[in-house]
């Protein structure tokens, strides 16, 4: 590997922004309309591969429905360049081993059927982003042989796998590291992202690893791409720094872990509360979270939703406990339909759509996301713990007027709130109004309590 960490550095030094350690980034500023739009969104993550039985462009357009369906107003699609042959993982290779970032897969359609998609997205009112894979190619990557000084290399003068941000070797061994020292490769990286966004009007992109990318990097491109169109950027990190660097959206990935506990009876309900207040606190001003119970990864290496929280069930106290929190909410295609299957990275598992109960269970995620989309105790910032009898079981936290409620446990439970009248609370998921007292809630069950106004 070269040495990137201090030519990094030196360059920043000469920013007038700075971006060396302890310096503060200058953040890029979001205009009004922009900022609402992001805070009032919801996102549905597609593997085109899985999407549809034919795994196409064409496929994502015919199901556009079932997207339109669960609330989701914005479209994430995997990477959609082709995947690399050299040193594939599996049958098929990963999507996030590009070969070429100018080029669509041929298997997944042409150009023009990718454009068909974007035109069809935005029809309907939607916003689509793509999946951009800036660290590292395929080793068969067109630049490799046209642009060989792009890479990083090892002792030998080889290619290299990536490194982690603690200079380790990783194992993703079908990609080869790219290099931010050289300012050339920067400059075609951000000429290829600017590519999608004024040639085919994509809306912005999901970046993959952002924070293995050098700051310097997003120093640079930001600014370019808010100027060629990009309306969502959304980093797959989770400092918070990124949002200094112009990034709308980061992951929550302490929040899911810690969600996770929390079901597993390894961490108290309320301590999860208390650790996501701590910390919003040092959120910048007009940065989100991604809100999600599943993702891609999450789904291929560990275990879907729905077998990680307990069944149907306890994945939707949980898809409760997390779409509420300030943030925005993700739905990985089939979690909606509470699809047990693991969808691999490196091969073709179309989605079961006509699974039992698939419509009540979508119907359920849609009136979740449409209270984080349109409720406004939903789309502000405040989080507030709210203290219950049953601080490890049940997770309970106040937004605004609203009170969510979610059961972690496989067992019914009737949960005191202390410090509330819950009296003419109105039940925003299950419908009805709570006459006060104990809140029943089910074995993985969840209430969301809007409080009655004062009487005046």
């Given at each position: ?28 500023p979001a205009s009004a ?40 107003n914005v479209v994430w ?109 920067r400059r075609e990286m ?267």
């Amino acid at each position: 590997m070269t040495a990137r960490f201090p030519l990094f550095l030196a360059a920043c030094a000469a920013l007038a922004a700075g971006c060396a350690p302890g310096a503060t980034p200058m953040p890029q500023p979001a205009s009004a309309a922009r900022a609402d739009g992001i805070a009032r969104s919801a996102v549905y993550e597609v593997f085109v591969r899985d999407f549809s039985p034919q795994g196409t462009f064409r496929g994502v357009v015919e199901g556009l429905d079932r997207i339109e369906a669960v609330g989701a107003n914005v479209v994430w699609l995997m990477p959609i360049h082709p995947v690399g042959v050299q040193n594939r993982k599996g049958t098929l290779g990963s999507s996030y081993s590009v070969r070429d970032y100018r080029a669509v897969n041929p298997d997944y359609g042409t150009d023009e059927d990718f454009r068909a998609l974007v035109r069809a997205v935005h029809g309907r009112g939607m916003k689509l982003i793509i999946d951009w894979v800036p660290n590292h190619t395929a080793w068969d990557h067109v630049w490799v042989t046209r642009h060989p000084d792009f890479y990083t290399r090892d002792e030998a003068g080889r290619l290299s796998v990536p490194r982690n941000n603690e200079g380790e070797l990783t194992d993703w061994t079908d990609v080869a590291e790219l290099d931010y020292d050289n300012p050339r490769l920067r400059r075609e990286m951000i000429a290829d992202m600017r590519y999608w966004l004024q040639e085919f009007d994509v809306d912005g992109f999901r970046v993959d690893m952002a924070g293995m990318v050098p700051d310097l990097f997003w120093h640079e491109a930001v600014p370019e791409l808010r100027a060629a169109g990009a309306e969502i950027l959304l980093a797959e990190w989770g400092d918070l720094r990124m949002h200094q660097m112009g990034f709308d959206l980061t992951y929550g990935w302490p929040t899911y872990h810690g969600l996770k506990d929390v079901w597993k009876g390894k961490k108290p309900a309320d301590a999860w509360v208390r650790a996501e207040v701590e910390e919003l606190r040092g959120m910048p001003a007009g940065g989100l979270r991604l809100r999600f119970t599943t993702n891609h990864d999450e789904t291929a290496w560990d275990a879907p939703a729905v077998e990680l929280f307990g069944g149907p069930a306890g994945a939707r106290a949980a898809f409760v406990a997390m779409a509420l929190l300030p943030g925005r909410p993700l739905v990985y295609n089939g979690q909606e339909v509470e699809s047990p299957q693991r969808l691999p990275l490196f091969e073709k598992e179309p989605v079961d759509w006509n699974r039992p109960g698939a419509a009540e269970a979508r119907a359920f995620y849609r009136r979740v996301v449409d209270l984080s989309r349109t409720h406004p105790a939903f789309t502000g910032g405040d989080l507030q713990p709210v203290e219950t009898d049953a601080p490890a079981d049940v997770v309970a936290y106040r937004r605004g007027s609203v009170v969510v409620l979610a059961n972690a446990r496989p067992r019914p439970a009737r949960v005191t709130v202390r410090g509330l009248d819950l009296g003419r609370a109105r039940d925003l998921l299950n419908g009805g109004a709570h006459a006060g007292g104990p809140v029943a809630l089910p074995a993985h069950g969840a209430a969301v309590l809007e409080l009655a106004a004062p009487a005046r």
